[in-house]
């Protein structure tokens, strides 16, 4: 008789997934780390260009929004991409490349997160 137990298999999660940032204000004070993760992500929005490019991801149809569509935002392309990257650091954004080109979408599950969080119960 073996001592071995078979363990069930987990599905690997998206190494880019987005995660929720915090609770809402009104639930309870936030610990240290999320006051720091929620400031990255209002840090992150803060800057009109980026708040333009969030918005355009999180309005395109299909929930997803390729560069070559969202780059008209009144910078060069590298400065787009910065501002990209800045988003997917503050955990606003994920990213899929497909081909040359990549695909940036907006987590609902953030949206939803940050939607509560000025909310008051």
């Given at each position: 008789?073996?001592?071995?137990e078979?363990l069930p298999?987990?599905?690997?999660e998206?190494p880019e ?9 009104t639930?309870?004070?936030f610990?240290?780390?999320?006051a720091?993760r ?5 840090k992150?929005?803060s800057?009109p ?5 969030f ?9 997803e929004a390729?560069?070559?569509d969202?780059?008209?935002v009144g910078v060069?392309q590298p ?10 650091e503050?955990?606003?954004?994920t990213s899929?490349?497909?081909g040359?080109w990549v695909?940036?979408?907006?987590e609902p ?7 509560q ?5």
């Amino acid at each position: 008789m073996s001592n071995v137990e078979a363990l069930p298999l987990l599905e690997p999660e998206a190494p880019e997934a987005a995660v929720p940032c915090c609770p809402p204000l009104t639930e309870r004070p936030f610990t240290a780390e999320e006051a720091e993760r929620t400031a990255r992500m209002f840090k992150a929005l803060s800057d009109p260009v980026r708040l333009r490019l969030f918005s355009a991801v999180a309005s395109a149809a299909g929930g997803e929004a390729c560069v070559c569509d969202i780059s008209d935002v009144g910078v060069s392309q590298p400065t787009v991409s910065h501002h990209l990257k800045k988003l997917k650091e503050a955990g606003l954004l994920t990213s899929q490349r497909r081909g040359t080109w990549v695909y940036y979408r907006v987590e609902p599950s953030v949206l939803a997160a940050m939607g509560q969080l000025l909310t008051i119960r």
